[in-house]
């Protein structure tokens, strides 16, 4: 069982990572293999809608994205992790995720999601909406914890005083594994949920 944890911070070191590092602990201790991609370091273009991904089933541009879909295909969990900036998710991670979610045709049902996010002091639940709605529109059950998963500090660092954001991150991550491991059992005993052909219908026809 894996977990991959996406730093979207160009911080490695910064509270988003305190963050994940917390999660980190407790899925080690729950025997949960993991596995960090720090992306907000580096030079992520947005989407450019080519839609050659249809085709190809991978993103035109080579870099973090196509490293990332096989590793994304093979995990059981993803955690999401961002800085708040301007009450948003980083633009880079954004552009992440876009590119992944969008050129991946991997089944995702099924694998759990988690967004977590760090700020100074606010904007932490806009972000945690954002990110969230990659899972949703994914059929990818949504783990939470006991708060809208958030940690506050304004330096790298600073989040280490943050108790109660470091216990949400604890939290979560127990949660999440126990999600994991009863998904594991239920697609051993009944399968996963029967889908029906998408409809699609931009709304006019
Ligand atoms: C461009 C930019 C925008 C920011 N916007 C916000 C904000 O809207 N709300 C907030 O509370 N903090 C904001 N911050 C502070 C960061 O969210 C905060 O320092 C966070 O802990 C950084 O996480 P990191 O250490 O993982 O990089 C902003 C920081 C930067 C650089």
Not at 6 to 29: D, R, Y
Not at 88 to 100: D, I, K, Q
Not at 182 to 194: A, D, H, M, T, V
Request: glycine share 10%.
């Amino acid at each position: 069982m894996k977990v991959l944890l996406i730093n979207g911070s160009p911080n490695a070191k910064g509270n988003t990572a305190l963050a994940l590092g917390e999660m980190e602990a407790v899925f080690h201790a729950e025997g949960i293999e993991t596995e960090r991609i720090h992306v907000g370091n580096k030079a992520v273009r947005g989407c450019i809608g080519c839609r050659k991904c249809r085709q190809t089933g991978k993103c035109v541009f080579e870099d973090i994205v196509n490293e990332t879909a096989p590793k994304f295909a093979a995990c059981d969990g993803i955690v999401v992790g961002s800085p708040v900036y301007y009450a948003s998710a980083n633009a880079t991670l954004v552009a992440f995720l876009t590119r992944l979610f969008y050129s991946t045709s991997c089944d995702k049902t099924m694998k759990v999601g988690a967004a977590v996010a760090a700020a100074r002091r606010g904007g932490l639940t806009a972000t945690y909406d954002e990110l969230n709605k990659f899972f949703a529109i994914s059929g990818m059950p949504i783990a939470s914890g006991q708060y809208w998963n958030g940690i506050h500090g304004a330096a790298p660092g600073e989040a280490e005083q943050d108790a109660e954001g470091k216990q949400q991150m604890r939290t979560l991550a127990r949660n999440m594994s126990f999600l994991m491991k009863s998904i594991q059992l239920g697609k051993e005993r009944y399968g996963i949920p029967e889908r029906e052909k998408p409809t699609f219908t931009n709304f006019v026809r």
